[in-house]
């Protein structure tokens, strides 16, 4: 039983660190909280549903179209909503609000393109079970894993070695001293727009498969979760993504395994608001930097 | 005329006012530079407290609405201390997260009968029409109807309420305090190195914000019968937001132009009534880019009323005190 | 004496910011504080005014110790500054940045605000009016309406200065207040801090420019890597080895 919950919670909880990465990426370059990203996520639900019904191609093509049609949609918030804020030195709050902008019009497109009621996956996999003794896993539980796990380790060996990675992570460090260094520090934003986006994206498709649901409205509730990831794991860290993302999972399981389970739309807010009481600048946030 | 009184338009003249109050309470705490989101969360225990109140208690409306806002007031102590501490993007994402969290709790509590909502809510202006016909009104004045007559009350007392608020806000932004907020809006580090008790006054801000917004909420609530979780969703609190947005949120008047605007648009676009909330996301975008402090600005302001008002021109010309454009 | 630094030290991390700085400001006087750039002076007035809290030592104004008040207590009790990068409230008038800078020194509340009592309004008359006063002190007194964000630069340093004043402060201290002035802007300032001295105000001021600083202090106090390296009077001050070692030497090459 304990071992079932812990099982179910990783998986769960994977999809959610894959999301909240996606802001974390964005959070690190930019400085900024996506509000869209959960729309992002929504959208490639949809293409890749759209690609295994109308166009019958298998799931690993549909998700690669997802991811696809994710970084368009990262290209175009970043031209339409992002890259103006960003010539004219407004207030830090502007990006957030011209993001939730975007935000409740994917919402309300999908709304129009799809039309409002729940759709799902035909069923691939035959909801077959493995058996492993302690716990018993299904085969979309397994395809679920190790495509999130597998992208979180491509993502981070990317990072760390190659010259792009090295610019991103150079440009979250400090995005002058980035520009200074020769990074094209616009090139290296629009990347990382876009590969949170398509990254987002591809979650979108396996929150789809792990609820066998795919609506216009599932982008709000997943955003949140996702935020909520991001101040647990700290803004901007991408492994504090990954272990919040799997923390948040186990909690959530574990609250529906243990009666509390209509309240579980709630757990993810609740633990970022009792964490934020404590610690009013986040857990990785540095107090202020003093009058000069 | 008759086509002019009929209940619809009487209830959209209703949620202009409704809106406009909301677009106060998300102005006081924004006076501060706080952007709060909560105020759909805040609306929602104003509501669900006033609705509550008459139904279950039978206590008057009277006395119910203010208690609304009273409710939502005490919750903005629980939660407004810590929260008042926190900067710019945590204020907005925990406030943001509050709101869901009422949500869920609305929607998974007996009391407030989970997602089917509360209805038979008494209503203000049924009230009101009883009222009149136990003054034997029954069947009306002139030519209105007992129940225009009804409804006209209730607009009248709705306005008299927000006119009490806009005059509340008014001479708050231009006292003392007024000065104060301002300061910490700018710039809250110098604010208090100035003298002023920045955590006092940012808690102060979001006490009114939360106030006005269980207010607004608990009236809302008598004056659609009824009331569910969903009517104050996420996209409750970017409607408030809008209001600031689009209206301008450094002057009074920017959130109730912009609350104006936004509840009679939705009327205006009913042909596309499906790309509403397409064209809301537009706006938010579109005015980011191109004027982020919203129509309204305190030089538009101080311009037209140097235009309109003689009495400044004349203080101005011999130099006596200050005109009273200002903020 | 009216405000006293007892071995006060300030760590940020590893860093040393300040350690061990013990000196006095005497009422009416004007101390100067000197040293090359990264020395700890803006750390010391961020310690002063409360901005931080000192990592040992003790900061005491008028015998009473203040480290770990709130900034608007230490305001309130007698100390205002400036800042080395000038914020201002931008979006209102240079008057009204004034009357905010005395928000400590009126007393009426929001329900006398929104009534306008006689008591309020003669409070704020009285106000509107010191305000005034404060700007002509400063020689911006026919900027009074203008928005804090569109004055000139000299101008922005002049109505910081005038809104620190509005605190009724004892001990006003000035952040590099010449920064970006020119020669004769630099003139005006000097007679301007003449003029608060004479206001009976002690002012502590950090100023690059060797020969202001030796003109109108009273008394100087070198900073360099934290750490207090010389203090007295700037004759004094100008004698000696290390100082002129570490930032004069340099200066006057
Ligand atoms: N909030 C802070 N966090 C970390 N380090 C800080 C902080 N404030 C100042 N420092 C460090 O403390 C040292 C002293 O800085 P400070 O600003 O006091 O120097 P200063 O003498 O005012 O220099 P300048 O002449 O350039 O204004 C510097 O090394 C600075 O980097
Ligand atoms: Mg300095």
């Known amino acids: ?292 | 005329m008759d086509s002019l009184l009929n209940p619809y338009y009487l209830q959209i003249v209703m949620f202009v006012m409704i809106n406009a109050m909301l677009g106060i309470s998300i102005y006081l705490t924004l006076a501060t530079g706080q952007l709060s989101l909560g105020n759909a969360g805040f609306m929602s225990v104003g509501a669900y407290t006033s609705a509550l109140l008459t139904l279950k208690v039978g206590v008057p409306i009277f006395l119910a609405v203010p208690a609304g806002g009273i409710a939502a007031c005490l919750l903005a102590a629980v939660i407004g201390v810590p929260t008042t501490r926190m900067q710019g993007l945590y204020l907005a994402i925990a406030t943001l997260g509050f709101g869901e969290v009422v949500r869920v709790v609305a929607l998974n509590l007996k009391v407030t009968n989970g997602a089917l909502g509360l209805s038979g809510i008494p209503s203000m202006s049924v009230m009101t029409g009883k009222g009149l016909s136990e003054l034997g009104l029954g069947s009306g004045v002139g030519i209105l109807s007992a129940q225009q007559l009804s409804n006209i009350i209730v607009i009248v007392v709705l306005a008299l309420m927000l006119a009490c608020l806009v005059f509340f806000a008014l001479r708050l932004s231009k006292s003392r305090m007024g000065r104060a907020f301002a300061a910490i809006k700018a710039d809250e580090q110098a604010a208090e190195v100035s003298g002023i008790n920045t955590t006092y006054y940012k808690l102060v801000a979001f006490f009114m914000g939360a106030f006005v917004a269980g207010l607004a909420g608990a009236l809302a609530a008598h004056i659609t019968f009824y009331i569910g979780p969903q009517d104050f969703s996420y996209h409750k609190a970017v409607e408030i937001l809008l209001f600031a947005v689009l209206g301008g949120s450094n002057v009074v008047w920017g959130p109730l132009l912009g609350s104006f605007i936004l509840t009679l648009l939705p009327e205006v676009l009913r042909p596309v009534a499906e790309f509403r909330e397409m064209i809301y996301g537009a706006i938010l975008v579109i005015m980011m880019t191109f004027r982020p402090e919203g129509l309204l600005k305190e030089g538009t302001i101080r311009f037209l009323w140097a235009k309109f008002n003689w009495r400044a021109k004349a203080e101005d010309d011999n130099s006596q005190p200050e005109p009273e454009g200002g903020r | 004496m009216i405000l006293a630094l007892e071995n006060v030290s300030k760590n940020f991390g590893g860093l040393a910011a300040l350690s061990d700085i013990s000196f006095n400001v005497n009422a009416g006087e004007i101390v100067g504080v000197i040293g090359p750039n990264g020395a700890g002076k803006t750390t010391l007035f961020n310690l002063i005014t409360g901005v931080f809290s000192p990592s040992s030592g003790t900061i005491r104004y008028r015998d009473k110790a203040v480290n770990g008040l709130k900034p608007h207590k230490i305001t309130e009790l007698g100390v205002a500054r400036t800042f080395q990068n000038i914020r201002l409230f931008g979006h209102i008038s240079a008057l009204e940045n004034v009357m905010a800078g005395a928000h400590c020194r009126i007393k009426a509340n929001l329900w006398q605000g929104l009534w306008r009592t006689k008591v309020e309004r003669k409070e704020e008359r009285e106000l509107r009016q010191k305000a005034k006063t404060l700007l002509q002190l400063v020689g911006i007194a026919d900027e009074e309406n203008t928005l804090a964000a569109s004055l000139p630069y000299g101008k922005q340093r002049r109505l910081e200065i005038a809104r620190a004043l509005a605190a009724e402060p004892e001990v006003v201290l000035l952040d590099e207040p010449a920064a970006g002035m020119n020669e004769s802007e630099t003139e005006d300032l000097h007679g301007l801090i003449k003029e608060i001295q004479k206001l009976g105000k002690a002012v502590v001021l950090i100023e690059h420019d060797m020969n202001l600083m030796m003109n109108l202090c009273d008394r100087l106090v070198v900073l360099n890597f934290g750490k207090k390296i010389s203090e007295g009077t700037p004759d004094v001050v100008r004698e000696n080895a290390e100082v002129i070692e570490a930032y004069l030497g340099k200066e006057e090459e």
């Open chain 1, 1 to 292: 039983m304990l071992w079932q919950q812990v099982v179910n919670g990783l998986t769960l909880g994977s999809t959610y660190a894959l999301i909240a990465l996606g802001y974390t990426l964005i959070f690190g370059v930019l400085n900024i909280v996506n509000m869209a990203h959960g729309e992002i996520f929504m959208f490639g639900a949809f293409v890749a549903l759209m690609l295994v019904t109308t166009f019958k191609v298998n799931l690993l093509v549909a998700m690669a179209g997802a991811a696809l049609a994710g970084a368009v949609l990262g290209y175009l918030l970043e031209v339409t909503a992002l890259r103006p804020l960003r010539k004219r030195a407004v207030s830090h709050m502007a990006p957030l609000i011209s993001t939730i902008g975007v935000s409740i019009f994917l919402e309300s497109l999908a709304l129009n393109l799809f039309g409002a009621q729940s759709q799902s996956f035909p069923p691939m996999f035959s909801g077959k079970l493995l058996d492993f003794g302690l716990f018993q896993i299904s085969v979309i539980q397994v395809v679920i894993l190790a495509i999130s796990v597998g992208l979180m380790l491509v993502l981070k060996f990317w990072l760390d070695r190659t010259k792009m990675g090295k610019s991103i992570r150079a440009t979250s460090e400090n995005i002058d001293t980035a520009a200074i260094l020769g990074v094209n520090t616009q090139r290296v934003i629009t990347i990382t727009v876009m590969l949170a986006s398509g990254l987002g994206a591809v979650a979108g498709v396996l929150v789809g498969l792990a609820f066998n649901a795919v609506e216009p409205t599932m982008g709000i509730p997943m955003g949140f979760k996702g935020l909520a990831v991001l101040i647990l794991g700290g803004l901007g860290n991408i492994t504090g993504a990954m272990v919040g993302g799997l923390l948040l999972g186990i909690a959530e399981v574990f609250s529906v395994a243990y009666g509390a389970s209509s309240y579980r739309e709630a757990v993810a807010f609740g633990l970022i608001m009792v964490l934020l009481f404590l610690r009013p600048q986040g857990l990785f946030g540095s107090p202020g930097n003093g009058g000069r």
